[in-house]
C-alpha cells in the first residue's frame, strides 16, 4: 500500500497540471498602458519664484514648526521634486543655481537641502537631520542646523546617554555626552560639500 500511495500521488499531479488550466490566459492577452512622461508645463523658474525666500541665517532643531504654505499642483512638483517631498522655501546661491529647502514626512519631518540647475536638473542634496530627536531612559538625542548668509550650513548632534536603576532613575556619574559638528558649503556650481 505504501508503494502504490506515492504513484497515485504522482499520477494526480500530473492530470490535474494540464496546458487547459493556462489557456484562457494566453487566449485573452491584456494589453499595458505605458505612460509617457511629458515636459512639465510650468518651468522651474515659475515654480521655484512661487516659493518664499529662505531667510538667512535660518536656523531649526527638533521641535521646529515648519509652517508650509498652499500644496503645489501636484504634477508641476513631482517634475522637481520626490514623491511625497513638499516644498517649503527656496534660496538664490547665484544665478544659474537655486536650492530648494523640502521637506519629507518621516516618523518626524526630514529637512532636505536640494540644489537645482537653471533648468531643474537636480545638482546635489544634502539631509538636515541624520537621526530621530527623541528622550528615554538612558537616552536622549538632539539635532540642530544653522544655514548661514555664507551659504554654509552647521548640524550639530548632541547625544547623552546614562545608565539607570530599576525604576528608571539616572545613576550620578554615569551621563557621557557626545556632541558632534559637521559643515557644509553650497559651493557656486550648486555642490553641497562637507568642509573638514
Known amino acids: 500500500m505504501t508503494k502504490l500511495f506515492p504513484g497515485l500521488l504522482l499520477s494526480l499531479l500530473v ?71 513638499q516644498p ?22 526630514l529637512p532636505r537641502l536640494r540644489t537645482y540647475s537653471r533648468e531643474g536638473v537636480i545638482i546635489d542634496e544634502q539631509d538636515l537631520k541624520f537621526a530621530a530627536c527623541g528622550e528615554e531612559p538612558g537616552f536622549r538625542h538632539r539635532e540642530q542646523f544653522t544655514i548661514k548668509k555664507d551659504l554654509t550650513i552647521e548640524h550639530i548632534d548632541s547625544t547623552a546617554r546614562w545608565r539607570s536603576d530599576a525604576q528608571d532613575n539616572e545613576l550620578p556619574g554615569t551621563r557621557k555626552l557626545t556632541v558632534t559638528r559637521k559643515k557644509f558649503k553650497i559651493t557656486p556650481k550648486g555642490d553641497i560639500q562637507e568642509i573638514k
Open 15 to 85: 492530470f490535474s497540471c494540464t496546458r487547459d488550466n493556462t489557456a484562457q490566459y494566453e487566449a485573452n492577452p491584456v494589453a499595458e498602458q505605458v505612460m509617457v512622461e511629458t515636459p512639465s508645463p510650468v518651468s522651474f523658474a515659475s515654480f521655484s519664484s512661487r516659493l518664499p525666500v529662505l531667510p538667512l541665517p535660518f536656523k531649526a532643531g527638533c521641535s521646529y514648526a515648519y509652517v508650509v504654505g498652499s500644496r503645489p499642483d501636484t504634477a508641476v512638483a513631482s517634475t522637481y521634486l520626490k514623491p511625497e517631498e
Open 88 to 109: 517649503y522655501r527656496r534660496l538664490t546661491v547665484n544665478k544659474d543655481v537655486t536650492a530648494l529647502l523640502v521637506l519629507f514626512p518621516t516618523d518626524e519631518i
